[in-house]
């Protein structure tokens, strides 16, 4: 019998941008704060499938206080590389929010087109407040203004993938954020 290795998502990654253990410390630290600064508030954890997924599940456990969860799911990227502008909803919130204390949790802030709307799109509902919580910030990509209140790392303009953040649908479950390499681009899918 001949043994074919399977391929491995790891094995496509050009450069290693934020290590698993920087996420891990740096999650950490972002849950102590916001147990702290919503203790006692009746907090919303707001994220927006699919990319945040790995974050929130990590964030949610370092932030030991009362909270309910919810999920958006929005549309802006299309499968490329590039954001499309074009921001829809696909699936809305399950609870109502009036009168809650919002905190989007996201992977990425990029061009801001994405938080930009949903932000707008929560403070319609009413709630007490809407804070933001970004895992990595690319603020040389930015076209509209956001502000962050908790940021996890500053990177740069580099197409990134892992720990949720996806090239066509793949190098989501790698447990780091990491550049690809070039010919993966060129690969027929
Ligand atoms: C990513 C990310 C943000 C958005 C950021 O999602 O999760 O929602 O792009 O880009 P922007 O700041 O330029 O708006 P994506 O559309 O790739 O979907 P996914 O989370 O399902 O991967």
Redesign the pocket.
Known sequence: MTLVATPRPADDIAEILVNAEDIGAKVREMGARIAADYAGRDLVLVS??????PFLADLMRATQIPLALDFL??????TGTE?S?V?RILKDLAQPIAGRDVLVV?????????????IDHLHAQRPASVRLCVLLD?PT????P?EIDYRGFEIPDKFVVGY???YA?RY?NLPFVGVLKSEVYARPS
């Open positions: 927006i499938l699919k990319g945040a997924l799911e929005v549309s802006s990227y299309g954001s502008g921001v996201e992977d990425i802030l990029d061009t801001g087109q994405t938080l930009n709307y949903v690319k990509r930015r076209v509209v956001v949720g953040l996806d649908e989501r």
